[in-house]
């Protein structure tokens, strides 16, 4: 209905953007920067922003890039297990049979990374998603599976995805020595106002639009109620664009973002 109406070739701010798509602004340009650091350098790298910022997306462009012959990422995203769990997560994910015990498991992770680095000569790259709900005891474990050869060597590549409490979680005594191994850190922040306003612009541009359908002060009134957080962009523009649609209405105002915002 949408397209039809105003005569778009595909629907507007759909989460299957192609990486090559993706609105860039300086933070995300920071993040790629950090991301391509990290590659290099290896360890352990946290990023985190509010929900809807689009962490996950942007990791999702990072991989796309990625040299297949050089690199291989794993991505996990359930954070909410037991010590055992966590473990045999993270072993099918590199695609090894999880043995029953602990310690099995624990030396099938190190020698499954070991051999993608040294026979496979792929450097494995290990994302935990919603990493804010790990358990406390699960930081202790990675801690102790990101060490190699007494601590003097980083084959790997893990990165941790979370909310931004999990900065605060990781300040705790108890999280103190895995802490003080993170070697990069990143904040994800929402769009500012001028920002909002270019990214609805671009997403309406890629789906086909030739002329502008929300007038300025409905894009104010999109920023104004989503904060800048891309996923609440993305839902409150489309509710806007049915409201539209639905009422004939070839350019939309504040008036109906609001009401769009009230269905949210």
Not at 109 to 129: A, H, L
Not at 167 to 184: A, G, T, V, W
Not at 195 to 204: F, K, Q, R
């Amino acid at each position: 209905m949408i397209e039809a109406y105003y005569h778009l070739k595909k629907s507007p701010f759909s989460k299957d953007i192609s990486p090559h798509d993706i609105f860039t602004v300086d933070c995300v340009k920071e993040l790629h920067q950090r991301l391509q650091y990290i590659k290099e350098k290896r360890g352990i790298m946290l990023i985190t922003g509010a929900p809807g910022t689009g962490k996950t997306l942007q990791l999702r462009a990072f991989v796309t890039h990625l040299n297949a012959n050089l690199y291989k990422y794993f991505y996990i995203p359930l954070s909410t297990v037991n010590i055992l769990d966590f473990y045999r997560q993270l072993c099918s994910c590199l695609g090894t049979e999880p043995p029953y015990r602990k310690a099995q498991l624990f030396a099938s992770i190190q020698n499954t990374i070991r051999d993608y680095v040294e026979n496979t000569k792929k450097i494995p790259i290990i994302i935990f998603d919603e990493a804010h709900l790990l358990k406390n005891e699960n930081f202790a474990e990675l801690q102790i599976i990101t060490n190699f050869n007494l601590d003097s060597l980083d084959p790997a590549i893990f990165i941790l995805l979370g909310q931004p409490h999990l900065r605060e979680k990781l300040l705790m005594p108890i999280h103190q020595s895995f802490n003080q191994r993170i070697s990069l850190r990143f904040h994800l922040c929402p769009l500012s106002r001028e920002e909002t306003i270019s990214y609805v612009e671009h997403h309406l541009k890629l789906a086909g639009a030739l002329n502008p359908i929300f007038n300025q002060n409905a894009l104010c009134a999109i920023y104004q109620v989503s904060a800048g957080v891309p996923r609440v962009i993305n839902a409150l523009a489309m509710k806007s664009l049915t409201i539209g649609a639905l009422e004939k209405k070839d350019f939309l105002n504040e008036e109906e973002v609001y009401r769009a915002s009230k269905e949210l």
